[in-house]
């Protein structure tokens, strides 16, 4: 099919570009456009009933009009009108066409720049990328569109729309997500910039007109919040590595650490990782001779979330470590309670494998188990497991799974208790581990804060 008209749905930023562009390199080519802010004219501007009758028809609208805009265009269209499709996103999109226009002519694509980038080359479109991830035009068809593309300067670049997304999710959107970080700082240019800076001014500069975009591209890419949480560790990252020589408080040599639970906590197992990793070394008889320069940590064992966050926030601890988040059992309810109730920085986040184990009294055997206490957390980790093998016992939530087990040894808790905690809980406090890894996932994992004031 030859195309004779396109028409352009939509005349921001993006379609007068689209507008200018086949003036340039098909000047051949009918463009009608439509746009409800612009009176019909009918030289320029028309009704989109006029325009969905093009031979082809570009949807240059945002992201999140695009399905709105689509049941629209499509009944107004010839059934051999060519859709394309130039969205950001493409996985939202495509999904889209397949569904909705199915058995009509039509092409996915993303020309990965912009007018910005446009104006700033003056108009130099060579090595410009226009990626291809989906279609319904037949082999002819597309190789003429492809070798036209190729002709005008454009780079053309092949592959799915979950490729690109994952692209898109670390390329222009965590490029626009550090620039909206900037732009926010109030920093601008000097005038000694080097050039590097500028690089990234320019992306300010660009981030600053986009910030609709920005916030459809977060909404409708799904690969957007794992790009922010990897940035997010790796900010953490660099900061411990800025921080390694650097005491956490003060110019004590010895850091305080205060961990949400008690003795052989996941918590504390979570600030023995923390520390290991940075390079602390446990103040305590046979932790090995310390190296020169190094620092030494103390463990402040707090129970909850509250009670280390109270104390950091009164300089009582230097560090505090808490769990936020667990893999099963979702966000941790009272460290998001202590977050909105105390100030502190977040100096990183990590994740620990956690492996939860039934424990009893030395001696006690299963039959005599009528109660199973733990933190709620733990409880949800192994709600299949007891679901399914104890029926009858009574299931009680306590306030820290190894202060249960510490409680349970002492005597304050029934023998015929069971508690759900850390092998480690069971060896520090003389217990009996009835069953190991209990958990109802194998992959169970828990987020933990290193947080300072």
Known sequence: MQIKTVGIVGYGAFGALAHTLLGRFAP????RVYAPEKKADGQTFFSLAEVAKCDAVILAVPIHA???????????????????????????????????????????THPVWGPESYEKRGGDVAGFRI???????????????????????????????????????????????????????????????????GWLMNAVETAQHDQELFKDVYRYNPYCQDAIKRFGFGETEVRDFL?????????????????AGAKGSFSE??????????????????SGPAKAGSKT????YLISVEDVLAKLEKGGIDLGVFPIENSTGGVVTEAVQGMARHNFKIKKMFDIDIKQNLIVRKGVTRDAVRTITSHEQALKQCKGYLKRVWKKAKIKEYEDTAKAAEDLASGKLPATT????????????????????IQDLKENSTTFIAATW
Not at 94 to 108: C, D, F, H, Q, V
Not at 244 to 258: K, L
């Open 418 to 437: 069971a508690v759900i905690a850390s092998k480690a809980a069971a060896d520090i406090y003389g217990l009996k581990v009835l069953e190991a890894g």
């Open 269 to 286: 197992e979570a600030a023995r990782a923390y520390a290991k990793k940075t390079g602390l070394r446990h103040a305590e008889a046979g």
């Open 66 to 108: 695009f399905e709105e805009v689509l049941k629209k265009v499509l009944p107004l269209t010839r059934k051999d009108t060519v859709i394309i499709d130039v969205a950001t996103v493409k996985v939202h999109t495509a999904a889209l066409l397949k569904k909705m226009a199915k058995g009509r002519p039509y092409i996915s």
């Open 28 to 31: 051949e080519v009918k463009v």
């Open 243 to 259: 921080d390694m020589s650097t005491p956490i408080h003060g110019n004590s040599a010895s850091i305080r650490v205060g961990v």
């Open 297 to 300: 940590f103390s463990l402040d």
């Open 131 to 197: 990626v291809m991830v989906d279609g319904t035009l037949d082999a002819g068809e597309y190789t003429r569109l492809i070798d036209f593309l190729k002709k005008c300067g454009f780079d053309v670049v092949e592959m799915s729309a979950e490729e690109h997304d994952k692209h898109v999710a670390e390329t222009l959107f965590l490029t626009h997500f550090i620039a909206q970080i900037v732009l926010r700082t109030g920093i601008k240019r000097t005038t000694m910039d080097t050039v590097s800076f």
